[in-house]
């Protein structure tokens, strides 16, 4: 079975840092592209960053490009989410989702998803 | 940025059909994906590539795509159907989602 486990949330003051992890089992990680979506108390999904199965090709939403970065660690099968200064409109319940191809912008969707951290920006 | 327009509610009775569209600029000419999310639940992938359905999704379940608008339609609704509707496409391997319609079944 397919499981995709976020941690590493928590509460954190603006301009501050945080590392999300999202540990993967079930499938062979390397093969597939990854993204995080988040969703804002109340708000819709919002997509936030993917990375290539290969960790070649990054992508950002422009919300988070220059202070987000997405990398992945296939020998543990584990992707993350580092985000440096970080404002209030960033909190959110953040989640990885698995594409269905390796090179990312998979149209076959994002399948499944983790069961979400929440990411708390305030002073 | 490449926007999808999604209508905020939609309320359809017990049995019947409900139609979410989703729109954005040659859509037709993008894939889509629709996800489901229930209450204090992590979405739910229910179509894929505009008229795919993953296993274990029922087949009241499906979708189009052309034009402008891509459509999910839910045939014969269930009580169990209420919950918010999330359409998603890929912009130059940037993903966007549609606002969201939260589906009522009344």
């Known amino acids: 079975e397919v499981q995709l486990l976020e941690s590493g949330g928590g509460l954190v003051q603006p301009g501050g840092s945080l590392r999300l992890s999202c540990a993967a089992s079930g499938f062979t990680f390397s093969t597939y592209a990854m993204s995080w979506v988040r969703q804002a108390p109340g708000k819709g999904l919002e997509w936030v960053s993917g990375i290539s199965g290969n960790a070649f090709g990054t992508y950002y939403a422009d919300s988070v490009k220059g202070r987000f970065t997405i990398s992945r660690d296939n020998s543990k099968n584990t992707l993350y989410l580092q985000m440096n200064s970080l404002r209030a409109e960033d909190t959110a319940v953040y989640y990885c989702g698995k594409e269905d191809c390796s090179g990312g912008g998979c149209p076959m969707g994002f399948d499944p998803w983790g069961q979400g951290t929440l990411v708390t920006v305030s002073s | 940025s490449y926007d999808l327009t999604q209508p905020p509610s939609v309320s359809v009775s017990p049995g019947q059909t409900a139609s979410i569209s989703c729109s954005g600029d040659?859509?037709?000419?993008?894939?889509v994906s629709w996800y489901q999310q229930r209450p204090g639940q992590s979405p739910v992938l229910v179509i894929y590539?505009?008229?795919e359905r993953p296993s274990g999704i029922p087949e009241r379940f499906s979708g189009s795509n052309s034009g402008n608008t891509a459509t999910l339609t839910i045939s014969g609704t269930q009580a169990m159907d209420a919950a918010d509707y999330y359409c998603?496409?890929?912009?130059?391997?940037?993903?966007?989602f549609g606002g969201g319609t939260e589906l009522t079944v009344l």
């Open positions: 998603q496409t890929w912009d130059t391997s940037t993903g966007v």
């Open positions: 040659k859509l037709g000419d993008k894939h």
């Open positions: 590539q505009d008229i």
